[in-house]
């Protein structure tokens, strides 16, 4: 399995990662050669195995829809590159 | 006094032969004086250190203490810890100071223990030599041109080198076994759910889990008795009961059925590896245990198995570091998407970016049925070799790892070489079972870890197990010769 340096623009683009042309050639091949290795799955025949998502094969434990956490707005907030009136600031979006 | 158990080191702190502040002193100097040699910690807390010691010794003067008040430990850097700096090995959080403490540590501390500061690790705990971490590649102790396994390397060399009395670690692939056995140290991989994800920095969340480094099974224990148990704010978390490890560590082992599965002792294992881990079987063959073979034939699927789900989880996990609320954010963005898109590439590893990728390509349109789903149903036959391995015996062993510590640099041209030294381990967690690495033994001057892999839950038994051996071998107890240094 290999992919060309297009394929690895489009994953990039998708995994919102800035490459240059030099990381997309040296992911080109370390991508292929995961990807090879993972093709062996293909051999295996599964048919009528059930995906497995949790090892415990638990339901998803649900709780009253309350509020059980305390306000830490400023505390988050202090973490973020930048923010104004106790908001997130991000570059412009809408003209 | 660095190589004291914590049971010993409890004793003298309720004796006053000892204060914790004492303590805490000692093995600060210690980091001090060795840990420029092994580059184990990214964060040293020790005025932290000094005031939590300081309320151990009040708390140990009015007689209110546990077995883990006043012990200094080491957390992971991937736990996040209340107002102290967390990176999780990355230069994407290299600012990031976490406003909540993570459960694991918060109920570490409320035990009473002394937090020195937070290990170096592989970044996001993806690596198997450490030498992935944005802080500096860790050193093993027992050789200092060696790795000392991934990704929770710095808490193994920290132990091992005795700059903190034990550590806690986490294990999503290896990550807690394989360092363990490299650096001759006794490690813990629990029962999927058994130890709270809240506030660990998530890798692969189906797979991700807590656990104890620690000299000893007996110090692991100790540490379980405070880390384990059900948590509310984890919503994977189990709530079948925890147990009491410590009751039980001096059950015998006569009667007890060991499955050696043939498949762990095949192509690609080192032959005095495997005359290590046949010698450790032997000593419990003369403590009343028998041995049979077993198989798990579906063993070799579990490293693409790994290497689709993994990445695919991680690839969806890591989507929050995106230079908005937290972490590293590029300079002069233009617009939103190249913040995005430079904040992600500048703060992430190339092997962190590799596997997003590799994600994100698994989890494409038109991809997800042959990469994500096809690796669910083979992580299904994975599960069912354990649990009809473990219809047969109590308990599966082999070895943690195909090699002791490889050399630094030996492995990072050639990744696909790295994933495949994850062989013994990657099952476990995809199977959801704990399992231990314990020290049984020497190679070339460099330590081996016996596997010992239980059933679901089985904690307890596994401690016990691991304890016995210990019990009648010496290979637990054993310092590389720099830690003598200090």
């Not at chain 2, 041995?291 to 198995?305: A, F, R, T, Y």
Request: net charge negative.
């Amino acid at each position: 399995m290999s992919i060309d340096k297009q394929d690895v623009q489009k994953i990039a683009h998708l995994a919102r990662l800035a490459l240059t042309e030099e990381d997309a050639v040296q992911y080109q091949h370390s991508l292929s050669s995961v990807l090879s290795l993972v093709e062996q799955m293909q051999s295996v025949d599964t048919d009528g195995v059930a995906p497995l998502s949790n090892p415990l094969e638990m339901t998803q434990r649900l709780r009253e829809d309350e509020v059980t956490e305390v306000n830490q707005r400023d505390a988050f907030l202090a973490n973020a590159p930048q923010t104004e009136a106790g908001l997130f600031l991000v570059p412009q979006v809408i003209e | 006094m660095f190589e004291q158990s914590i049971a010993t080191l409890a004793q003298q702190l309720r004796n006053k032969e000892i204060s914790s502040v004492e303590l805490t002193r000692l093995f600060l100097d210690r980091i001090q004086a060795l840990d420029p040699q092994l580059n184990s910690f990214i964060t040293i807390s020790d005025e932290l250190a000094l005031q939590q010691a300081k309320a151990a010794d009040t708390a140990i003067a009015n007689g209110s203490s546990s077995s883990l008040t006043g012990i200094p430990i080491a957390h992971k850097d991937l736990f996040c810890t209340q107002d102290v700096l967390t990176t999780c090995g990355s230069k994407m959080l290299n600012n990031f100071i976490p406003p909540y403490e993570s459960t694991v540590t918060s109920r570490i501390q409320q035990a009473g223990a002394v937090m020195l500061g937070k290990t170096n690790m592989d970044e996001f705990a993806m690596g198997s030599s450490n030498e992935n971490s944005f802080y500096g590649a860790v050193k093993n102790p027992w050789n200092l041109n060696k790795v000392p396994g991934g990704s929770s390397g710095g808490s193994a060399a920290a132990v091992a080198a005795g700059l903190a009395v034990a550590a806690t670690g986490t294990d999503t692939g290896g990550s807690i076994r394989q360092p363990a056995s490299f650096c001759g140290i006794t490690g813990l991989k629990p029962t999927y759910g058994r130890v709270s994800r809240f506030g660990m920095i998530a890798y692969a969340s189906s797979l991700d889990q807590g656990g104890p480094m620690a000299k000893s099974a007996e110090d692991c224990a100790h540490l379980m008795q405070a880390m384990a148990g059900f948590d509310d704010k984890d919503s994977t978390s189990s709530e079948t009961p925890k147990e009491d490890y410590l009751a039980n560590l001096n059950a015998p082992l006569a009667g007890l059925k060991i499955g050696l599965p043939k498949e762990y002792f095949g192509d690609g294992l080192d032959a005095k590896v495997a005359d290590t881990i046949m010698a450790a079987v032997k000593e419990f063959e003369k403590l009343g245990a028998t041995v049979k073979e077993v198989s798990l034939p579906n063993l070799q699927l579990s490293i693409p198995s790994y290497y689709v789900i993994a990445p695919s989880e991680a690839s969806s996990n890591l989507s929050r570091f995106d230079g908005v609320r937290f972490g590293h954010r590029c300079d002069d963005p233009k617009d939103l998407l190249d913040m995005y898109t430079r904040s992600r590439a500048e703060g992430f590893g190339t092997e962190v970016q590799k596997r997003i990728m590799v994600g994100t390509y698994a989890l494409s349109e038109g991809y997800y049925d042959a990469y994500y789903l096809k690796a669910q149903k083979i992580r299904r036959l994975i599960k069912e070799d354990f649990v009809n391995a473990l219809n047969e015996v109590d308990v599966i062993m082999g070895p943690v790892a195909p090699t002791t510590a490889f050399d630094l640099g030996s492995k990072t041209n050639d990744p696909v070489a790295m994933y495949l030294e994850d062989i013994y381990t990657l099952s476990v967690n995809l199977a959801g079972i704990p399992a231990m690495s314990v020290p049984a033994g020497f190679v070339d001057n460099m330590p081996v870890g016996l596997q010992i892999m239980g059933n679901y839950f089985a904690e307890a038994k596994l401690l016990n197990i691991a304890h016995q051996y210990q019990q009648n071998t010496d290979w637990h107890l054993q310092t590389p010769t720099m830690a003598k240094g200090a």
